[in-house]
Structure formats: structure tokens, C-alpha cells
């Protein structure tokens, strides 16, 4: 269940982000509203996958697929095209998770 916690934190902070351009620099109350209550639901359940997950395991993948995902939701609603180092770069960061999550003892807590 830790796992799902820490999924929805990732998933929480993703849709925070994203909304963060809307907010016209918080002057718009709707998306200001949805990035606010996005980071407290972030932050909650982040505090729920704690209670198993080392700190630095879990902000390691919670940043990490935030910056995946953050990055996948700009290429696709804002337009915003990679080069090849940045492309590069995200491929280094998701084989980073995965040797986290499939090799590291740390991981399961």
C-alpha cells in the first residue's frame, strides 16, 4: 500500500505543477486553488509512503518520476520539445528509479 502512496504522492504533485502556468502567478483563483490542494495531497501522501520508505528513496523516486512525468506533460499540453542531452538526461533519471526500485535493498524499507 506504501507504494500507492507514494504513486499518488508523484501523481499529486504532477497535476500541481502542471497547473502552476494557469495560475498566472496565483492571480487566477481556480488553478491557484488546484495547485495548492495538489501539493498538500502530495506532501500527505509522501508522508504516508514514509512510514516505510527510507527519506532518500522516496524523494529520489518522487522527484525523479515528477520530473519524468513534468517533462511528458510539457512535450505533450505546452509543446515544449527536448534535444538529445535533455532527452539523454531523463533517460538517466528513469534508469536511476529503476536501479532504485529493482536492485536496492533501501527501497523496500
Not at 495548492?36 to 522527484?63: D, E, H, K, Q
Request: glycine fraction near 8%; charged fraction near 5%; hydrophobic fraction near 60%.
Amino acid at each position: 500500500m506504501h507504494t500507492v502512496y507514494l504513486a499518488l504522492a508523484i501523481v499529486a504533485e504532477v497535476i500541481a505543477t502542471s497547473a502552476l502556468k494557469s495560475t498566472h502567478e496565483f492571480t487566477r483563483f481556480w488553478p491557484s486553488l488546484l495547485v495548492i490542494c495538489g501539493y498538500v495531497a502530495a506532501f500527505y501522501f509522501l508522508t504516508l509512503a514514509l512510514r516505510v520508505f527510507p527519506v532518500g528513496v522516496a524523494y529520489a523516486v518522487w522527484s525523479g518520476m515528477g520530473i519524468v512525468l513534468i517533462t511528458a506533460v510539457g512535450w505533450v499540453f505546452y509543446n515544449q520539445r527536448l534535444d538529445s542531452p535533455a532527452l539523454l538526461g531523463i533517460g538517466f533519471i528513469i534508469t536511476g528509479v529503476l536501479l532504485i526500485n529493482l536492485f536496492s535493498k533501501a527501497s523496500a524499507g
